[in-house]
């Protein structure tokens, strides 16, 4: 059997299959495996000596599109994000401690992330909404759906005291929280609760021992997901309550203010600050069961938590709602503090999670003796030096900001326009957006720096293409077309750089703008009156146009949101994101999009498990692009007997590329060596011309090659006997219309033929010209 595995972005079966007629012979809606109608109704083609494989094709792009709804998971892009960096560390040898740190770190940080998102909310709905706008009669009246809520619209109406107006307004915050529930309990029904296929594994299994994704647990992580809900959604209500008694306690604790209403202030701020500190708890607990499957359960404190900070809400509203007849609405609530604490612990989080990273980096080549030197680029490869996970993880929480402050400022915008009735939002918000700017010329400079260098090895490419056609007529634009095209696919090795500059420039802009924020207590352009007339100018331009940009990304931000929620086609370019962020187990946070390999991987291993066992037979697992990746994850999960009936062909593949830079840990030389030593062969395909996969660049250890020589983009520099039309330039796309695939294809599904039991070549064999260039295993 051929068992077909598509990439990102997705595709039909017919279209898999080369067949107008398929028919679905497992699976559902979301995901399923296809077969031609042809080979389900007449089943003896594929039986006795001339027997023809029989193609299968898995199709998985539901899972990432699908309907409407999925376009709500724009909101959880930060959570997205920060679970990607839970994943990118750096590959270590006996730090198991630091590892642990490692993940504990990246938990603390989504944490953050949560409380930041409830905040934000708490700012339009409570501090922006029921104090300011409401609280300020010209505000009030240009908005009459706030006038019940307003004492000079509703002459002092039962729901106009600011006690009351918080706890109404609060309502909205706590529906986010909701919301996030919801949609992590839907998908974690969906995806989380998909159970393995289990075997088995000796302790010696040698794909076990280089790569956790071999691991029974490791595409189960129902109890992780469970226990983090329980915990997020109670920092989010815990969140929101404190935005509501906060205000309404220090009144209570004013000369004059009632003695009870003090004492129950202050008992609930108590339980408040108990019910933090639990949350923080159960988040720092020990993160994943991976080497059997965790059918646990957690106790009843940690299930319940989500109900025990919906109690201590609920009395908060009811404190909150007191009657409290002196008590007047003025200024802004104290966002400044709450926002400039949330982001001070962002950076300290990122801060210390570098460390740990060059920690584990450092530790990646372990003492002499203990694994040959050719795995050495173990360590070279990764990306920024083993700091792609901090510095992604500084990106999620400039996300957030972002995200944050956006929604801010235009509700403000909307609320007050250019009358300057209310104060608006907190000055902190203001300075992070000032910053933006700044941001975008750093990006805008290291952008014409990576244009310059793509220019210079575009120039360099020319005589590389005309040497790839010898004997053809060669067309001088032809041959730059296809130089620039390769100069373009290799921008995507310099992703490291761009993630490193823009990581590092916006946590010193973000330092910047919370030391300004806090030391003056002033917007930038008010901070600079007394500055000169140059810094004073630059202090106008950077707040107005920050204020500009960061409305403006709200705009686009709700607009693709909403296309998306209407348009299949756009909800399907988003699927392309999804298709990359949420390949790995929500081990950071439990909001993030769910991860489809939760499914995908146990349907494939199901697949290939039962029909080995039911048949005898051997098959190639064929992956493109991301299909590669989890074809890889398939083939880890089997049994190693198992395993060793399955041959991989992979093509456009970002295993190594990818994946063994940003992922070391889980994808790097020593995971991908064993891999290919544990399934039967294992070849791979790909072109300069493609930006996103590349050479798996297994190292040598006396096993065949995997990967071929790169293959001719476009097949013919002109017009040949062959390609009497101009060949296109397939980059990505369509490896199945080069000759070399049919031919990779063809002696891989030979060599597994049962009447041709293959043998391995000994140590060494594989390495000889001849193998290499026959590219047979």
Known sequence: MELLVHGVGGTTPEQMLDDPRTVRVAGDETAAVFRRTADVEDPARHTGPDARPVPEAYVWCNLTSGNGARALWLLLLPFMVVNLAHWMRPAAHGRTRAVRLYGLLTRLAGLSLTVLLIAAACEVALDLGAWQCAGTPACAERHS?????????????????????????????????????????????????????THAAPETDEATAHTALSRPGFWYGRRLVARLRAAHTAAGLLTVAAAVIGPAARQDRAPGGPAALDLAGRLLTAALLAGAVLVVAVVCRRGRTERRLDEDRDGPLVRRLPLVALLMFA????????????????????GDPVFGGIALVQGLLVVTLAAVAHLLHRSAVPPAGTRPPDDAPAKARAAIAGLGGPAVAMLACALGAVMSGGVSQRVADWLDGTHAAIPGPPVLLTWQA???????????????????????????????????????????DRTRR?????AMAGLTDRGPLLVAVVATATLLLGAAALVGALSTGQTPSRAAREAPAFVQGAADTAQALGSWLIGLGFILFVTWGRRAYKDASARRTIGILWDVGTFWPRAAHPFAPPCYAERAVPDLTWRIDTWVR????????????????????????????????????????????????????????????????????????????????????????????????????????????????PAPVLGHSDYQADPAFAEERRRLLARLRPDLPAQRPPAGAGTSPSASESGSC
């Open 434 to 476: 000032s910053v933006i700017p700044t941001l975008l010329l750093v990006l805008i400079a290291l952008i014409a720096l990576l244009a310059r260098h793509t220019l210079r090895q575009a120039r360099a490419e020319r005589a590389a293409v005309a040497e790839d056609y010898p004997g053809e007529h060669q067309e001088p």
């Open 315 to 334: 009395l908060v509203l009811v404190y909150a709602g007191w009657e409290r007849p002196e008590w007047e609405s003025s200024g802004r609530l104290p």
């Open 482 to 486: 296809i130089a620039r095209t390769r």
């Open 614 to 725: 039911s048949t005898g037979g051997r098959l190639v697992l064929s992956g493109h692009s991301q299909g590669s990746v989890l074809a890889a994850a398939t083939a880890w999960q089997l049994s190693p007997a198992t395993r060793r009936r399955v041959a991989l062909l992979t093509y456009g593949s970002p295993l190594e590329r990818l994946y063994g830079r940003w992922f070391p840990a889980h994808f790097g030389p020593d995971a991908l060596s064993a891999l290919h030593h544990e399934v039967d062969c294992w070849r791979n395909l790909y072109r300069l011309t493609d930006p996103i996969g590349g050479p798996v660049r297994v190292p040598p250890g006396g096993g065949p090659e995997v990967d071929r020589e790169p293959l001719k983009d476009p097949l013919a520099h002109g017009r040949t006997d062959d390609h009497p039309l």
């Open 145 to 197: 759906w706030l006038g019940f809520l307003s004492p000079t619209v509703s002459d002092g109406g039962w729901w106009s005291r600011p006690g009351r107006r918080l706890a109404l307004a609060a309502l909205l915050p706590a529906l986010l929280v909701g919301l996030l529930w919801y949609l992590s309990r839907r998908t974690w029904n969906a995806y989380e609760t998909q159970v393995p296929l």
